[in-house]
C-alpha cells in the first residue's frame, strides 16, 4: 500500500518544478534597462575587469525539476536583467537533492566605462 | 472492545507492546505544533573583533561592501545571518546582517560570503494506528517512524566595519 503512495507521489512531482527570485539593494536599486538588448553577464570564478557599482543581491532559488545549475543560473541572469544590473558578480552556486541555490551582488558598470 | 483512553498500554498478538490513545496527546501535540510555527528561523550573531571607538546610533546607514574591502577604517567584528524553511530569502537575511553590524557600532559591512548548504535532517513523527486486539475489538496505536528530509540554509557573513566620517 505504501509504495502505490510513492509511486503516486512521483507521479503527481514529475514534471513539476518552479524557481523563485529575490533581491535586497544596498541603497538603491538600479535604474530600469531602457533600451539594452542584452542580458546581465553573470561572474562566477572571477571578477570583470572593467570597474562597477554596487547595487543589491539577487538570488534564484530551483525546486523539484528546476534544482539544476542550468534552470537556477538563468533564473538569476534574468532577474538581474529584470533589475537592470549589467552584471551579476561574485556568483555562487548550491546544489541540494530537491533544491538548488544561487545568488550573487547585481552591479551596473560605472558610467564613464557604458559602452556607447 | 475499544480501550478506554487510561488504557496506558496493551499488549498486541505480536506480543510487542502498544500506547493507546488518550486525551492528553492531541492537546500536547497541538501545542507542540503552535510552539514550532511561532519560532523564527532565521539565526544571527555579531562577535566583536575590537572594540568601537566611536558607536553608531541605532538606525544609522551602514555602506555596503559586497565584492571588496574598504581602503579606510577598520574592522569591528564578525556578523552572520543564517535562515532556513521559509526564511531563506534575502530579503529577510539582509536586514538582520546589517542590525547586527549597527548593534557592534559599525557604519558598513564588508560582505565576504553569501552561500547555501543543505542538510540531511531526521525528524521523528508519530500517527495512528488500529489494530485488532482482545476478541473483536481493535487497539489504536501510535507508532513513531523517523523522517528524513532536506533543509536549506543560506548564509551571509560579513564583518562589521567603522569607517571614519568623509572629509569635505
Known amino acids: 500500500m505504501r509504495s502505490v503512495g510513492w509511486a503516486l507521489a512521483a507521479a ?28 546581465a553577464e553573470l561572474y562566477l570564478g572571477v571578477m570583470p575587469s572593467r570597474p562597477f557599482v554596487e547595487h543589491g543581491l539577487v538570488q534564484a532559488i530551483g525546486y523539484g ?39 550573487g551582488v547585481c552591479v551596473r558598470w560605472s558610467p564613464a566605462d557604458k559602452p556607447r | 472492545m475499544l480501550p478506554l483512553p487510561w488504557d496506558r498500554e496493551l499488549l498486541g498478538h505480536g506480543g510487542a ?24 528561523n532565521v539565526t544571527s550573531y555579531g562577535v566583536p573583533t575590537r572594540t568601537a571607538l566611536v558607536s553608531s546610533p541605532g538606525g544609522t546607514a551602514v555602506a555596503i561592501f559586497a565584492t571588496r574591502e574598504p581602503t ?22 539582509f536586514p538582520e546582517l546589517v542590525r547586527r553590524v549597527q548593534e557592534l ?8 560570503q553569501t552561500d547555501a548548504r543543505f542538510e540531511q535532517v531526521t525528524m521523528w513523527s508519530s500517527y495512528q494506528e488500529m489494530i485488532p486486539c482482545g476478541s473483536r475489538g481493535f487497539c489504536t496505536a501510535w507508532q513513531v517512524v523517523p523522517t528524513t528530509h532536506e533543509e536549506m540554509f543560506v548564509v551571509l557573513r560579513g564583518r562589521a566595519w567603522w569607517l571614519p566620517p568623509e572629509v569635505p
Do not use: Y
Not at chain 1, 85 to 93: E, G, H, P, S, T
Not at chain 2, 105 to 112: I, T
Open chain 1, 12 to 39: 503527481m512531482m514529475a514534471g513539476c518544478g518552479h524557481t523563485e527570485t529575490h533581491r535586497v539593494w544596498f541603497q538603491e536599486p538600479p535604474e530600469p534597462p531602457l533600451g539594452r538588448s542584452t542580458g
Open chain 1, 65 to 103: 525539476e528546476d534544482a539544476r545549475e542550468k534552470a537556477v543560473l538563468e533564473a538569476l541572469r534574468k532577474e538581474g536583467t529584470r533589475q537592470g544590473c549589467d552584471a551579476v558578480v561574485k556568483v555562487r552556486f548550491a546544489q541540494g537533492l530537491t533544491a538548488a541555490h544561487a545568488v
Open chain 2, 17 to 40: 507492546k502498544l500506547h493507546c490513545v488518550t486525551w492528553v496527546h492531541g492537546p500536547v501535540l497541538a501545542l507542540a505544533v503552535l510552539l514550532f510555527s511561532a519560532c523564527s
Open chain 2, 72 to 93: 579606510m577604517g577598520h574592522e569591528l567584528g564578525i556578523v552572520e545571518a543564517r535562515g532556513t524553511l521559509s526564511d531563506i530569502s534575502v530579503e529577510v537575511l
Open chain 2, 105 to 112: 557600532g559599525g557604519n558598513a559591512l564588508v560582505l565576504d
